[in-house]
């Protein structure tokens, strides 16, 4: 369907100012604030014929109109301009980003808190699985009589850890030498590539302290099974106090407890799909539970590889041309970002 030039102007303006008010928009005041050149008559009947087409909506306890689910889809779909940061915006954001970071799960944390900062809604930022990051050495820590710390450390500034049993009569030097030798083994290996199999072959090759061997192999299978997880980040989930649409307790209530529930969003954002940003508004979620709130979300690559997905959390009544523009600029920073950390 093909709105004319006067149906967008004046579905433009009741989307923006019913974003930034919460109220329902009158002709007149379309009239006052966007000098469109028309009598607010003819703003009216534009209205009633955007009504009787599902863009706008009328609450019954108003004569103004709000935008429908279908006049904000078709706002995004034909209309938006995204509203992209400035330069000297981007280059404070990475900084923000990149200070005194070396860890690819800081980066994502730190996404998240400076995105929802950046807006007046929650952010999402979903890792997943770190399997192109290399292994560069593996490290056993006696800690006690009896027990060590395996500790693998990525090219990817990610250090997993896990503490395990050994004999205790194992003395630091011979962990220093079982340290060297999976260092050799392993360095260089790409985490997705590290199998149970080539472990066994580890294993095969040094079975002299072998009760050891068993532990630290068994400590590494777990840490790559945890590294394979996807992992959600909710920041800003106190930003939707500010929303009208969830000043009831209860409705207030519901939604911070979807945040919480990190398994819906991976219900709703698991599609594989191109790396531009996609919006999902209210009813269009799957998720039954989600459907009173829009998301705005994009994937983040390094080596042609998703790694995850980072977006925005919001009330149907959302700023979908700021948040476009903000959830894109955060991905191209935090891919050059992550990508710096990994050389």
Known sequence: ??????????????????????????????????????SPATVRNEMADLEEMGFLEQPHT????????????????????????????????????????????????????????????????????????EIKSVQLVRMQKGTAL?????????????????????????????SAFFTRGLAGVKLGELSRTSLKSLRDELLSQRRAIDRVLEAIDE??????????????????????????????????GILEENSLFKKVLNDPGPQEVRIKIGRENEVEEIQELSLVFTSYEINGQEMGKIGLIGPVRMQYWRAAGLVESFRDVVEDVIRKLMM
């Open 62 to 133: 108003s004569a103004g109109r709000i935008p429908s689910q279908l006049g904000f889809r078709y706002y995004v779909d034909c209309m938006m301009e995204k509203e992209e940061l400035a330069e000297n915006e981007k280059e404070l954001l990475h900084r923000v980003l990149s200070d005194r970071i070396n860890d690819i799960f800081e980066v994502i944390r730190r996404t998240g808190v400076t995105l929802s900062q950046f807006t007046r809604y929650a952010s999402f930022v979903i890792s997943g699985p770190i399997k192109v990051a």
């Open 1 to 38: 369907m093909v709105l004319d030039e006067r149906k967008k102007l004046i579905l433009e303006a009741i989307i923006k100012d019913y974003v930034e008010t919460a109220e329902p928009v009158g002709s007149r005041s379309i009239v006052r604030k966007h000098q469109l050149g028309v």
């Open 223 to 256: 840490l790559l099974q945890a590294s394979d997880e996807e992992k959600v980040l909710i920041s800003g989930a106190i930003n939707m106090l500010n929303e009208p649409e969830f000043r009831n307790p209860d409705k207030l209530k519901t939604v911070l």
């Open 150 to 178: 395996v500790v693998l450390v990525t090219s990817s500034g990610v250090i997993l850890h896990k503490l395990i049993d050994t004999p205790e009569s194992i003395q630091a030097h011979d962990l220093e030498k079982i």
